[in-house]
């Protein structure tokens, strides 16, 4: 039986990267595509429907509904829009769903997606990070698999390819060190949103890209890795490698360290979920150590990276905080590309968020559910406007 597929989030970075190893893989000719989404791209969504033969396009954007309705007139592929739109999307029986939507917004098609029993091939960190336990859970329950898609946690889900997790001592995950690496401290403060959107390794989405600077992005990560692993805050670790070509490392008891080495290029974690639990042919470069000659690491300093401290907390405390946590960097990520604030003070605002609803809310007394997640999340974006107001002051 041909493999049913949706794909949230096609147009962007993840999305066209999982679209391209599809057509690769025969395409409409292969799988059944059932859903594809999008947002405002409304041309390339049409575009990858069409070459795709997907039953459904969806944009997130309830005003794009007619455009899209045009710009797939006569094909046969029916057309919706808004975020309810995407939830029923989820209820369209799919064997292997990609959720690629930027930011807590994936959150709620992907649990949907797991209420059906559905493979969820995860890219959108931000779900485990914001309700991870939840997610775990509604997977359990419904005979549902996760499968990582972000590199370093797919690294890390083959590097215990029959390994028990007893025998895990650490997980240690590598970050490229983003944009500014290698700037002196104090000039950070003077970044702007230009400067933070490019990355020496990686091409991705803006937000994500810009999320590597401040390391928000190996924050999330790293709570990632505690609520898809189930370890222990204290045995994860990042350390700063400049080449990206080591994703993950797993020590196990016995002292033995093995880690996970290819090219900084997405389709090799997203083909690997795509065809799990067997390996395909993939058009990924292959590399040859010769020529790489060295590989280096160095702390990932937390003064540099202050979001880094943040996450550790995070995983400390639990509960809901890693709901405000995202949600409250979201925030502050719009607030720096607004220029309403300072590079730096992304993280300010974060801590300052993450302080006020610990103290006020009690972000770890509640037993995580959906409304409560997403009711912390409102609250956090909120918290997070006002204080940006402050400092605009
Ligand atoms: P992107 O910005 O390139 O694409 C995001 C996609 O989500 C687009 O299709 C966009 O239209 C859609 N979208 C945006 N806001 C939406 C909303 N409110 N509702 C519905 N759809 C919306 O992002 P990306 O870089 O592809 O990242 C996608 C996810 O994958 C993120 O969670 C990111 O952290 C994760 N991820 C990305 C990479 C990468 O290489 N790009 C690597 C690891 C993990
Ligand atoms: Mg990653």
């Known amino acids: 039986m041909r493999k049913r597929i949706t794909i949230f989030g096609a147009t962007g970075s993840i999305g066209e990267n999982t679209v391209d190893l599809l057509i690769r893989q025969g395409g409409a000719g292969a799988y059944d595509v059932v859903a594809l989404t999008g947002g405002r791209n409304i041309a390339r969504l049409a575009e990858q429907a069409r070459e795709l033969q997907a039953d459904l396009a969806v944009t997130a954007y309830p005003e794009l509904y007619e455009d899209l309705k045009t710009a797939l007139d006569g094909t046969g592929v029916e057309v ?3 975020p309810q739109a995407l939830v029923d999307a989820a209820d369209r029986p799919s064997d292997w769903i990609m959720s690629a939507i930027v930011g807590a917004a994936g959150l709620v098609p992907g649990m949907r997606a797991l209420q059906h029993g559905t493979t969820l091939a995860l890219a959108n960190k931000e779900s485990l990070v914001t309700a991870g336990p939840l997610l775990l859970a509604t997977a359990e329950q419904n005979k549902a698999r996760i499968l990582p898609v972000d590199s370093e946690h797919s690294a890390v889900f083959q590097a215990l390819v029959g390994e028990e997790m007893e025998a895990v001592e650490r997980i240690i995950i ?5 944009a500014f690496r290698d700037w002196p401290i104090e000039a950070l403060e003077k970044a702007t949103p230009e400067e933070a959107s490019s990355h020496p ?3 991705m989405g803006q937000r994500i890209t810009v999320d590597s600077a401040s390391m928000f992005n190996k924050a999330l990560e790293l709570i990632e890795t505690k609520e898809y692993f189930g370890v222990d805050p204290k045995r994860i670790e990042a350390v700063v490698h400049p080449e990206s070509l ?3 490392l797993v020590g196990f008891r016995d002292g033995a360290i093995m880690a996970h080495v290819g090219p900084p290029d997405m389709r090799h974690a997203i083909g690997y979920a795509l065809n799990w639990p067997e390996r395909a042919d993939l058009p ?23 979001a880094l401290r943040l996450a550790r907390e995070v995983m400390e405390a639990g509960g809901l905080t890693g709901a405000a946590f995202n949600a409250a960097k979201e925030a502050a990520l719009d607030a720096f590309l ?24 009690g ?5 995580i559910s959906l409304e409560k997640v997403l009711e912390v999340d409102h609250l956090a974006r909120q918290t997070a406007v006002s204080v940006v107001q402050m400092i605009e002051q």
């Not at 590598?174 to 983003?178: E, N, R, Y």
């Not at 010769?290 to 590989?295: A, F, H, N, Y």
Request: glycine share 6%; net charge neutral.
């Open 80 to 82: 919706a829009a808004g």
């Open 174 to 178: 590598t970050a490229s060190g983003g």
């Open 201 to 203: 390794n990686w091409a």
């Open 246 to 248: 080591i994703h993950a």
């Open 284 to 306: 990924v470069a292959r590399l040859d150590l010769t020529e790489i000659g060295q590989l280096n690491f160095r702390p990932a300093c937390e003064k540099r990276w202050p």
């Open 338 to 361: 607004a220029r309403q604030i300072k590079f730096t003070q992304m993280s300010e605002v974060v801590e300052a968020v993450l302080d006020r609803l610990s103290r006020e809310s």
């Open 363 to 367: 972000l770890t007394n509640d037993a």
